[in-house]
């Protein structure tokens, strides 16, 4: 009798661990895994750094990475597998750990291999906050900074941030996706909880995300930042409606009001989620008409030059003549939009399966939480006909993946070998498919070096509008967010994405063509019409050149 209670009490105690090392003593494999992971992540870094990638290396980033880095991320990969399937030891501390881990192997190379904050845009509208730091007031009616209008919350969390962290701007865009990437793992396996998930539900379901998270939206911005208030809400709503609780009202109040002076187009893909949840969830009527009151009051009030460039360009935003446009919008890289189609066709495959067999059994109406899930999707893939600059479906892929994610574990939890496979796929297509295309995102400092120069020591003069043919304009406004506008009232063209034409560089009063821009040229269109053009111009004159970075003007002007 006492020696069965004592089996007893060792089995409870087997199954439940109370701390890191109460498992089973095998269960200590894990640490071993994560720590000689780490070990060989940080070797392989300092194997590379400072990485410089260009536009014929294969696969960008991904070729420069040695047999350290991959020796410790299968590692790492089998021990995530492991982990998943090992029923009796389900600690949240070691699981944490583990995604911490794969949050490094996925997204610290650009923080800790490369010299500067990775990606043109972290540098601006986020540069912004210099002007609010000497001003101490945002100007919510100037014209020159919409990013203003749009999206005040990026500049006073920057101006909180660097004020009492005393922690330079440099510094904020280049280590912020490192607590981006903290927060999102720690999101998403709350999301799990929401759901109902075991803890190595919750522990897939963010191994999922994160792995499927293959695009440059981490960057630190309005995106990104907007990208956590989405999570959040998600778990906020899901909770109200499956667990029928208000304990989490309140927050997602807070939220959404934070959401709609964040980010447009994230806070218009919550409020239509909202909207078509409240047909099904009438006592979500308050939130509803909250949430649409906010928005427009904002917009309204403080913001009205945005929505008068929305009733302006609506004719623009509708594009209903081809609703799969998103096929080949701004994911023009070769290998990188096939990779990325791969996982969009991975979660549509198995999203339309798992309803047509939920349908056929009759259980899909009867199941609240997977409905959630497809309203999630019905709302998100509704923006598919709006144009939102040149990469909506990029971000509609972003959003999707968590209410997919969550759907396909929902129903499929018992099919190992499935989901197994499907960790398998998404941790070795990530790399490639998010690092093909490194050479354009990855900031050279011979660049910042040369927008320096262009941004504070080039006097244009005023008698005539100011034409800027440069593909990263964001550096420029870092070093000055009002290069053009303040001196002289004078307008700028910057081409952005875009291959400029022969017409085009000719009206350029400043031509800037650097490394950074061959790369781009060259990875994305395959050839370079810039340095095609100058080579048989004759029009132009070189004022400035660092040997990466050069800087033209026109004769004529």
Known sequence: MLRNQKNISSTKKFEYPKSLFSGPKDSKIYLIFVAISLILLFYAIMEIKPVVVNSTDFL??????????????LILIFGSISLYLDKQYQNTLIYIIFLLVIGLYLFGLPIFAE????????YHPAGGVQNILESKYID?????????????????????????????????????????????IYFTYAAGKIFNFSPNQSFLLSFIILTSFILFLYYYGPPSIAYLFFVMIFICLNDICINRKNRLYIPLILLISALVVTHLLTSLVVIVVIF????IERRLRTLMLFSITVFFSWYYFFAPRIIKLIIDNFSKLITIGNPVEFAGTSTIFQISKMLSHTYLGIYIILVILITLNMFYNKSLLNNKKSINCIVWLIGIGSFLLVKYGGEIDDRLYIYSIIPAATYIILNISNRNKILIGIMVIFAFLHIPAHYDSESINMIYTTELYGSKFFALRVEPGNEHPIFVNYVFGPLLDYYHPLPFYERGGISAYVSGIYNPSNASLEESTYIIYSKQTNNFLLYVFGYDSIKLWLESDNTSKLIYTNGYYEIYKHLMW
Not at 148 to 175: C, D, E, M, Q, R
Not at 276 to 279: R, V
């Open 115 to 122: 010299e500067n904050a990775w990606f043109a845009w972290s």
């Open 276 to 279: 078509i949840m409240y047909l």
């Open 140 to 184: 919510t009616n100037s014209a020159n900074l919409l990013s203003y209008n749009s999206w005040p919350a990026t500049h006073l969390i920057s101006a909180f941030i660097i004020s009492i962290g005393n922690v330079s701007l440099g510094s904020l865009i280049k280590y912020m996706p490192l607590f981006w990437i903290i927060a999102l």
């Open 60 to 73: 960008g980033l991904t070729s420069h990475l040695t047999l350290a880095y991959w020796i410790g991320f």
